[in-house]
């Protein structure tokens, strides 16, 4: 389904003053065709949609279409929860609403985003309930002050030959009870209080990931600045971990040391000036985290740029920005842009061939693919998920028109759970329910570990591209793309998903949901 992108135009073609049949004049076109281009009514796009662009003097990323449709599928999501259950909202009532209020649809979107936040927070502390210790005892606690004030109480009332004394007594019992139950029901409160504090909503990773979305996970200010890093560290193409080791301390100060074991795999103690990492520590994670922090120190001004560009609200928002930009920076300094590109077209977009070539982990070269978005030297578009050993999803960059769930798990029939623990590259041609194919291809990828008794940590990594594109890269060779044999119906996932006769359904869809 297209975005709707008629009625920015006409909304600012009417905030200029300007009347339908001179720009359909000053474009030439018809007043009757921009009339229908303006209601949605025809697809625009190529030097027309340029040349209203710019007559209207908007940026062509804002007539794109790709924010409208990612609303379009994050109202998809909403309509499909059970809350919403028995309203019947199409896919075409959702494209004129978003076409016509696009507003009130960002608005339902975001209160649909808290609402399944707060649904997390509340199941959070429900299980907490039932299994942190403190509470329980807290709780158990509470229940026998109560206990003990009710039986005072009903003795009092129940007994009416008690002498002056005993009910002195009782009196005294209901008090201490009540004061000791007060103290309890302070610590308890506090407690939560303290957790509360302490516990980080999903909110704010969700808010991060929007913003990179929204930006298309393409930023050309970090990509000068990865260049003008990379020359002042290295004269030749080879970006070693010795000139690394050689630039960080020469410039900053700060030394790299490997030895020991503990948690993440490395560490920056800025007190110390030491960049220390794991005995188990890659060389592709050492050159990756020494151009991180080798960002963070010579360019800080801008990297904080870049973080306000997003306009994040959540001050963990910012926190996790701040890291997002530095990485990739450090994914750029690794792998220029031009370079890759380059050699990921020559290459079909081998992965493990470019990991070889570039001396990078399998995960960073699908990332840094990701990113090759630049105007006129766009790579081939792939929409990116990751997946933890559980199979929840981590990490996601959808395409246009590919709906990807915002949170939990996807589709069984995914080759990202396929994939799982067998480290080999699985490939999948996936029709989904709205007869859309993509060709997914997907790979484990396992941390190493210092010793036996660290349990390695896992995830698998997909790619999607449209089946379109599918023949330029590695991945679509030998098969035929066009042979509905070789196609595997999948969906976004099982509460999305509207093939309610899928073998392998986990979960009832949510409008099925009661």
Known sequence: MRA???????????????SQADLARAVGVSPSYLNLIENNKRVVGGRLLLRIAERLNLDIDRLSGDAEQRTIQAIEELVADPVLAGIELDTTSIR??????????????????AYIDATITVEAYANRLKSDPILSDMLHQV????????????ILSSIPELTGA????????INGEAENLTGVLKQLVSYFD????????????????????????????????ASELRTDIAQKDALSEEALVRALKTQFGIECRIGGMFSGRHRYDADTKTLLFDLSTTPSTRRFQMCRIYAQHAAEEVLEEEVARLGLGADESIRLARGAMSSYVAGAMLMPYERLLGDAEKWQYDIDLLSHIYEASFEQVAHRLVTLRRKGAEGLPFGFLRADASGRLTKRFPLPGLTLPAVGHGCPLWPIYTAAGTGQVVRQIGEFPNGSRYLLIAKSVEKQVSGYQQQPVRFTIMLACDVLHADRTIYGRGLDLHHSANRVLVGPSCPLCIRESCDHRQEATRTAAV
């Open 96 to 113: 004129d609403l978003v076409a016509r209020h696009p507003e009130a649809a960002v608005a339902l979107t975001r209160l649909h985003r």
């Open 194 to 225: 303290q957790s509360a504090s302490q516990h980080k909503a999903i909110s704010p990773l969700r808010e991060l990931e929007d913003a990179i979305i929204a930006a298309n996970n393409h930023f050309p200010r970090l990509e000068d600045l």
């Open 4 to 18: 709707p992108i008629g009625i920015q135009i006409r909304r600012r073609r009417l905030a200029l003053k300007i």
């Open 143 to 154: 229940l026998n002050r109560i206990a003990g004030i009710r039986s005072s109480a009903e």
């Open 166 to 173: 005993e009910r002195e007594r009782f009196l005294k019992t």
